[in-house]
């Protein structure tokens, strides 16, 4: 199961996921992002501080979700990976793609200055 949630951080958004990204929870998170891409947030923050797993599918939505953010010239950031979740993502080799910050705040502040600097 997983629990997604928003907070509203202008001109962004942060998404917190609660529980596990398999292949069963991973269409209703690509949806939630889908949504999200569509209202036109100027950027996205993925809090993943209270998901310990995150499987193959998980990876896929959010290689997806950063290719939609590059088209649409918005920005993405995930924080506070979890140990096993982070090292998911190195081996993948999917940490390169990605701000990845320890706090959503300061996820939410490169975000802004990337596009400032844009």
């Not at 310990?52 to 998980?58: L, T």
């Not at 939609?68 to 090292?87: D, H, I, N, T, Y």
């Not at 320890?102 to 600097?117: F, G, I, K, T, V």
């Amino acid at each position: 199961m997983l629990e997604i949630t928003h907070k509203p951080e202008s001109p962004g958004i942060t998404i917190i996921l609660k529980g596990h990204l398999d292949a069963v929870t991973a269409p209703q998170l690509e949806k939630q992002l889908d949504d999200l891409f569509r209202a036109e947030h100027a950027h996205i923050v993925v809090d993943l501080g209270c998901v310990a797993f995150v499987a193959s599918a998980g990876l896929r939505v959010f290689l997806a979700c950063a290719k939609k953010a590059r088209r649409a010239q918005r920005g993405l950031a995930l924080c506070r990976l979890q140990p096993q979740v982070q090292q998911v993502f190195e081996l993948a080799g999917m940490t390169p793609l990605f701000l990845i910050h320890l706090a959503p705040e300061n996820a939410h502040a490169a975000l802004r200055q990337r596009s400032a600097a844009a």
